[in-house]
T-cell receptor, first 114, second 112 residues
Framework: AQKITQTQPGMFVQEKEAVTLDCTYDTSDQSYGLFWYKQPSSGEMIFLIYQGSYDEQNATEGRYSLNFQKARKSANLVISASQLGDSAMYFCAMTLNQGGKLIFGQGTELSVKP | EAQVTQNPRYLITVTGKKLTVTCSQNMNHEYMSWYRQDPGLGLRQIYYSMNVEVTDKGDVPEGYKVSRKEKRNFPLILESPSPNQTSLYFC???????????FGPGTRLTVT
């Protein structure tokens, strides 16, 4: 069965610094997709970035990049130049190419300090 | 405006009283799904639908029903709610499971 693990329940980062949020996954499938979503205190879920298992390059979206290490089964989110508005809960998620299940990790609460 | 809507946004009900949470999307997405969010557990998928009339169980389907009679709507039905179904519920849609999911605003359900 697939599993997503986020081992950091909470993290602090200084404004303008970079921060890495950890995500490891477990699947025996070779074809899958990995996502990161942000949930601010207002509650909405916001898509940040996607990485396919066959993508050769790490995904990037503005200040967000996904450090994809397939052999280690990790998909860490890197946020560069943190801003106060980055304070939120962050969720890693995975789906397989076959089927429609989407599973999420427990989340990491990020607090950006001024 | 492209969006996923859910109704109601807040609901307090009693054990055993059947309820339906509606979900509608205006993006012509084929894939829709329901999640519940509980502290420390992240989001857990309840049901998903790959297309009209095609639904399948997620990780926590017990106590829930869904239907997909039209592409845009995917209601979540609790036939006999129990207090352990008190949670924050999200509906989402996307072109498919391997694509960005658009989430509704959430429905906070309390069952007493």
């Amino acid at each position: 069965a697939q599993k997503i693990t986020q081992t950091q329940p909470g993290m602090f980062v200084q404004e303008k610094e970079a921060v890495t949020l950890d995500c490891t996954y477990d699947t025996s499938d070779q074809s899958y997709g990995l996502f990161w979503y942000k949930q601010p205190s207002s509650g909405e879920m916001i898509f940040l970035i996607y990485q396919g298992s066959y993508d050769e390059q790490n995904a990037t979206e503005g200040r967000y990049s996904l450090n994809f290490q397939k052999a280690r089964k990790s998909a860490n989110l890197v946020i560069s130049a943190s801003q106060l508005g980055d304070s939120a809960m962050y969720f890693c998620a995975m789906t397989l190419n076959q089927g429609g299940k989407l599973i999420f990790g427990q989340g990491t609460e990020l607090s950006v300090k001024p | 405006e492209a969006q996923v809507t859910q109704n109601p946004r807040y609901l307090i009900t009693v054990t055993g009283k059947k309820l339906t949470v509606t979900c509608s999307q205006n993006m012509n997405h084929e894939y829709m799904s329901w999640y519940r969010q509980d502290p420390g557990l992240g989001l857990r998928q309840i049901y998903y639908s790959m297309n009209v009339e095609v639904t399948d169980k997620g990780d926590v389907p017990e106590g829930y029903k869904v239907s997909r009679k039209e592409k845009r709507n995917f209601p979540l039905i609790l036939e006999s709610p129990s207090p352990n179904q008190t949670s924050l519920y999200f509906c989402a849609s996307g072109r498919g499971p391997l694509h960005e999911q658009y989430f509704g605003p959430g429905t906070r359900l309390t069952v007493t």
